[in-house]
């Protein structure tokens, strides 16, 4: 398996090694080993649950760093909509857009104008034949992720369209060649301003057979104050948005599914409640709907952990920031029959089976046996002093390294077996 | 022949929000096991429709899954009031469910049928006033 490269990762100089990661991780991807955290690059699905949980800060999302684009000679900024939420005493785009062009950037795109044309196009994707019910929503990258490891029945419900902020770089890539045909493709430099650190992973490691157009990710949190420095309520700026409410409106959970026009969907965030709707529709029980939008972040991409901002502070600010704006702004090609081909990808990435016990059955039934066995040994009070997130977890640990038997400093006091 | 794996679980319905949780424990379990995504899922389909009945319709009960390197069995064992006809508690749509039951989202009078159409086998023992188990088995080759 190549080796998926993420940015969450961990600061053990600051971990203390407390268990609060450990039983909020919904991979079960770290263990304390040695007094410090220690995350399986295997079973992150880069969700940044254990950054927004740790007390110390020892987790950190690593991103690219403005810096960085020194190396191209035109840069694009492709601001994420969440970004619009970030401000206090904000109600005109253009004023972020014209800080970014301040702090440098040649040229800037929105990917809420993306947003609006995925809409547009997913509203024309499910008026076809044979469309799975529900459809799920492509944009959360952390979503996918879990998809691919987690839960490969739904892969077929996916909907194949590319997330805004490819359909961005695809299509601010595009204008730059046309208006600006003295710049070679790699002097153009094409930059995410993300507000959480799944989107820094997908970024490096791409998607399936599908790769990313976009050349660097750097977060809203980091930009922010140089932000703040230049952008003067007295500037005169240039109107370069262009986009309406539904692209804002994205950066929140169900402004994705509202833009649907279909009052048969679903909108959660959080990864907790994801993962329930995710069974949910395993088992069937949601078929009467038709789209399902999930966000791994609490309130959406607004919730991310690379932002600055309360995410429903953030939330009211897009409201109002898109007040009197119309509803869309950007629309489908009439004249196109389907969906351009660039707004699609092929496949979902394949089936990663990191919690498969053995690639025999039978081997896979003695030591799920012999799981069983030990963890009826344990506690079960989950308590994570082991270092495991459950004696679930750590039972299978022991199995999985060969082991007969494991070490609880809570053996004795319960007597050495559950129930 | 290696020894069947069992996992045994009680169905409690003091909480009603927590219908359906020992079909998903199964479902984790057998993917760690690597079986076929269609058995996993006709398995958790067939169990949970078993489980959600146990809890609306009969107070609770056991769940326990049977696994073997042919099949899985599914086994659903209550002490409720059992099934006066089987026949018509079968028949896609039928329901006693109340109107509080409905409110909850279920009561179509799907979940027997469901059971039927996802195990490769089903059989319904009850007995009125004592109680009603249901054994499914599903086929992994
Ligand atoms: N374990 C049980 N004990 C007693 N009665 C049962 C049990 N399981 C099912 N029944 C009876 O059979 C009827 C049909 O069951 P079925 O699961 O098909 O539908 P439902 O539970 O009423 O609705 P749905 O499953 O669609 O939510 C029930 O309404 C109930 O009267
Ligand atoms: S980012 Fe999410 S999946 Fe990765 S280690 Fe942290 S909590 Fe687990
Ligand atoms: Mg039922």
């Not at chain 1, 998809?147 to 909907?159: A, F």
Request: overall charge negative; hydrophobic content about 40%.
């Amino acid at each position: 398996m190549d080796q998926y490269e993420h940015s969450v990762q961990l600061d053990p100089k600051k971990c203390t090694g407390c268990t609060t990661c450990l039983h909020h991780c919904p991979t079960e991807a770290i263990r304390i080993r040695e007094g410090h955290a220690v995350i399986n690059q295997d079973r992150c699905i880069d969700c940044g649950e254990c950054i927004r949980k740790c007390p110390h800060n020892a987790k950190r999302a690593v991103a690219g760093k403005l810096e960085s684009l020194q190396r191209f000679r035109y840069k694009v900024a492709l601001p994420a909509p969440s970004l619009y939420g970030q401000f206090n005493n904000m109600d005109d785009v253009d004023y972020i857009l014209d800080g970014l062009i301040k702090i440098g950037f040649d040229e800037v795109f929105e990917v809420a104008k993306a947003a609006e044309l995925v809409s547009a196009y997913t509203r024309r994707y499910m008026q076809a034949e044979g469309i799975p019910k529900p459809l799920i929503s492509s944009a959360c990258p952390v979503i996918l992720r879990l998809i691919s490891l987690m839960y490969p029945s739904l892969e077929d419900h996916v909907l194949h369209m590319l997330p805004p902020i490819e359909v961005a770089a695809d299509l601010a890539r595009k204008k730059v060649k046309k208006e600006h045909p003295e710049f070679r493709d790699e002097e153009v430099g094409i930059c995410f301003i993300s507000p959480c650190p799944a989107k820094v992973s997908y970024v490096r490691n791409n998607f399936g057979s599908y790769k990313s157009k976009v050349d660097e990710v750097v977060a809203i949190s980091d930009i922010y104050f140089r932000l703040l420095d230049v952008m003067k309520p007295e500037n005169q700026v240039q109107t370069i948005s262009d986009t309406g409410m539904t692209g804002i409106e994205w950066a929140g959970s169900g402004g994705e599914a509202t833009a649907i026009l279909n009052e048969d969907y679903l909108a959660a965030d959080g990864i907790e409640n994801v993962n329930k709707v995710l069974e949910e529709i395993e088992n069937g029980n949601i078929s009467h709907v038709k789209f399902v939008e999930l966000n791994a972040c609490p309130g959406g991409c607004v919730g991310g952990v690379l932002t600055v901002q309360n995410p429903f502070i953030a939330k009211a600010r897009l409201r109002s920031v898109s007040r009197c704006l119309p509803m869309a702004a950007n629309f489908a090609d009439p004249d196109e029959e389907y969906i351009p081909e660039d707004f699609l990808f092929d496949e979902m990435p394949s089936y990663v089976p990191v919690s498969r016990l053995s690639p025999n059955f039978r081997e896979s039934m003695r030591m799920m046996a012999e799981i069983q066995r030990i963890r009826d040994t344990l506690p079960g009070i989950d308590c994570g002093a082991c270092g495991a997130p459950t004696c679930r977890a750590h039972a299978e640990d022991a199995v999985r390294a060969g082991l007969r038997t494991v070490t609880c400093p809570f053996a004795d006091s319960f007597g050495g077996s559950r129930k | 022949m290696s020894e069947p794996l069992v996992f045994h679980f009680e169905v409690d319905v003091s909480d009603f929000t927590s219908a359906g949780t020992a079909s998903v424990t199964v479902k984790k379990n057998l993917r760690q096991l690597g079986l076929p995504s269609d058995v996993i899922r006709k398995l958790s389909i067939a169990m949970y429709e078993g489980e959600i009945n146990m809890v609306i319709h009969a107070e609770g009960g056991t769940a326990d899954v049977i696994v073997t390197e042919e099949y899985i069995d599914i086994i659903l064992k209550d002490h409720g009031p059992g099934i006066p006809d089987v026949d018509l508690a079968m028949q896609e749509g039928y329901s006693t469910a109340t109107a509080q039951i409905h409110s909850l989202g279920f009561g179509a009078g799907m979940g027997l049928p469901n059971m039927k159409r996802y195990s490769d086998e089903m059989k319904i023992d009850t007995e009125l006033g004592v109680g009603t188990t249901v054994t499914m088995r599903i086929w992994i080759r």
